[in-house]
């Protein structure tokens, strides 16, 4: 396969996601959700605690394994297609569930996130590496910049179809109706980016570290290498800054803010992450890589 035909597979899976994940968003549509389900702010936070613990921790293990073994497909299939599975049987226990008492009913969603935060955080280390073998350096940047742009636009799509879901159905039907959405979108992806195949892998060592040598030659790299500390703290302020994003739901419907509209805020998001992503993707991929 061309270099151009796995630009174009993982442009279309990537867009699929990034509006797939619009769908769920832990700072709008899930926070809502939980919000009205148990009406406790420790839980609105706990949703994004949750998925970005879910999406780092798995990465330690999965990345030894991926390194060991010198493939990384079967990890991603792993992971895409079960946080996908993870997200349809949210919506079936939303839409049957709808007259449970509404305790356990919250404590399904909450189990079934938590399934989703930490069999997403198996697809990371996989997605990056096949992308890195499929894709040339000078294209990531545009590559990324596609896949958010696109995956943007048809989020504002998904935001139409959210409002009026929230708008005409009952509760807690309506947002079985957004993430079932978000579910098939998954579904696409995974299956356009295992179609793709995995690239050919560079012939491994004979000698490769246990699993504790592993977690010190990272600490290692941290330590040492400027670049990687500079990286890691920026993922940390980034993290700090999405911990509080979910609690704007919690402050606007504080002020008067009907939850009924939610999915304006999950458009409102979109669109200010629209407006700069083709600059950044001609950017990076102009001024923004070192040889």
Not at 51 to 57: A, C, I, V
Not at 93 to 117: C, D, I
Not at 176 to 195: E, N, P
Request: charge should be positive; hydrophobic fraction near 55%; glycine fraction near 10%.
């Amino acid at each position: 396969m061309t270099e151009k035909s796995r630009f174009k597979k993982v442009a279309i899976a990537g867009i699929s996601f990034q509006a797939g994940s619009a769908a769920i968003d832990s700072a709008t549509i899930m926070s809502a959700l939980v919000f009205q389900l148990t009406g406790s702010t420790v839980m609105v936070g706990a949703v994004t605690a949750i998925l970005r613990f879910g999406w780092l921790f798995p990465q330690l293990i999965v990345g030894f394994l991926a390194q060991q073994n010198g493939s990384s497909m079967r990890y991603y299939v792993i992971g895409a297609f079960g946080r996908a599975s993870c997200m349809a049987l949210l919506a079936a226990v939303l839409f049957w569930g709808a007259e449970w008492p509404r305790f356990w009913l919250s404590a399904s969603v909450m189990v079934l996130w938590v399934a989703y935060a930490f069999i997403s955080g198996i697809v990371a280390v996989p997605y990056n590496d096949i992308v890195a073998r499929s894709v040339s350096p000078h294209l990531r940047s545009r590559l990324l910049a596609t896949r958010f742009f696109g995956g943007g636009v048809l989020a504002l799509g998904i935001v139409a179809l959210a409002d009026q879901m929230v708008a005409g159905l009952a509760f807690p039907v309506s947002y079985a109706g957004i993430i079932a959405l978000a579910s098939v979108l998954m579904f696409i992806s995974s299956g356009v980016f295992t179609a793709m195949g995995e690239p050919e892998t560079a012939a491994q060592k004979t000698s490769k570290p246990g699993f504790f040598q592993y977690l010190k030659d990272g600490i290692e790299v941290f330590k040492t290498n400027q670049r990687f500390h500079l990286f890691v703290f920026a993922q940390w302020c980034g993290g700090a800054v999405l911990m509080a994003m979910p609690f704007y739901v919690v402050r606007a419907y504080g002020a008067g803010f009907d939850l009924e509209r939610v999915a304006l805020l999950l458009g409102a998001q979109t669109i200010g992450a629209l407006v700069s992503n083709l600059l950044w993707g001609w950017w990076g991929d102009h001024l923004g890589k070192r040889d």
